[in-house]
């Protein structure tokens, strides 16, 4: 999403999680050492992977899927089933990724081979500041112009935003993700049945740990293959988000001024982005979790997201989205089972 903030415009919400940010810092550059890590961080988890990827799309008939044994709050502070006992400061630490963790995603699509072999891409991202508002609930990304104040005066910079909301969606859906591989038949599809669907739109860190108790997922949090499955593919999510908006920087749209909005041109440019940030994956070297990442989030908007909000939204509808973005990846997703029907 592209948007121009001004003083007046920013919510209230965002205003505060903004005031709890430390000073936008532009990322630097530093490509072989970061594509390093996140090859670790990435494809290290697929050590563990024992089975299908695509276990989840299968529309087959049975019993609905089980989650880990039960657990229960314990007086809002733990989260516990008979065996594991799991404190809501480490639910947390896994739903909310640190502003470093943030950082380093986002210098990574900076330093992608797609951007970075690219003059005019790379020269419009260069030194574009990142700015995590980790505290705030909002289930979005945006690329757009902040008022910043340098030398006492005001002025309007570009900057790309990404609100903790949308980082602890990615993470719910990837910790489902990660179950279904573990052998927990279609949790993927009876997981995201099960949240509210307020998560789509805003996703507030206690009301994710609350949902996380209830359901006896907590457990899952603490064993070392399931989470750190979970993480990479929340990773591959965050990445696709933030390339969606570098591509709203990298392909001009934020230099045009439009007086009055037009939902054609805005949803266009949308689809335009999302292309982008298709290419970004195809080109990466691991692209396969990042792909798998961005197909769960895709999937999980479209089941969640209301149609009458989609229809007033300046983005394509969310079933739309996760077909195009199949269409995009039509290679990968045949690899893992996915086909299109008419």
């Given at each position: 999403m592209k948007h121009t903030y001004t003083s007046n415009e920013m919510s209230n919400a965002e205003k505060s999680s903004a005031s709890a940010v430390p000073s936008a810092k532009t990322v630097r550059r530093g490509g072989a050492l970061t594509w390093t890590i996140m090859l670790l961080v990435l494809c290290g988890a697929a050590w563990f992977a024992h089975e299908p990827v695509m276990k989840w799309l299968g529309e087959k008939k049975g019993a609905p899927a089980s989650a880990p044994s039960a657990s229960t709050a314990d007086g809002g502070k733990n989260a516990r089933n008979a065996e594991v006992k799991v404190t809501v400061e480490q639910i947390k630490a896994y739903l909310t990724p640190s502003e470093a963790e943030m950082e380093q995603l986002y210098h990574y699509i900076v330093s992608a081979p797609f951007v970075a072999e690219n003059l005019q891409y790379s020269k419009r991202l260069n030194g574009i500041p990142f700015i995590y508002m980790a505290t705030n609930d909002v289930v979005n990304a945006v690329s757009g112009r902040l008022v910043v104040e340098k030398g006492g005066k005001k002025d309007l910079a570009f900057h790309t935003v990404f609100f903790g909301g949308a980082a602890r969606y990615a993470r719910l859906v990837g910790l489902a993700a990660a179950l279904q591989d573990a052998g927990h038949k279609d949790m993927l599809k009876n997981f995201v049945a099960a949240m509210p669907r307020r998560f789509c739109a805003r996703c507030a860190e206690d009301e994710c740990v609350a949902f996380i108790?209830?359901?006896?997922?907590?457990?899952?949090?603490?064993?070392?293959?399931?989470?750190?499955?979970?993480?990479?593919?929340?990773?591959?999510?965050?990445v696709s988000v933030l390339a969606h908006e570098c591509g709203h920087h990298s392909l001009g749209h934020l230099l045009a001024f439009r007086e009055k909005a037009n939902l054609e041109i805005d949803r266009n440019e949308e689809r335009e982005a999302d292309s982008f940030a298709s290419s970004v994956i195809s080109a990466s070297p691991f692209g396969e979790y990042i792909f798998a990442g961005t197909l769960f989030w895709h999937y999980a908007m479209a089941m969640q997201s209301d149609a009458d909000s989609d229809l007033a939204s300046n983005h394509p509808l969310s079933r739309e989205r996760f077909e195009n973005f199949v269409r995009a990846n039509a290679e990968k997703a045949a690899a893992m089972g996915i086909t299109l029907t008419k």
């Open positions: 108790a209830k359901n006896g997922l907590a457990p899952a949090i603490v064993d070392e293959k399931i989470r750190q499955r979970a993480v990479s593919y929340s990773s591959g999510t965050i």
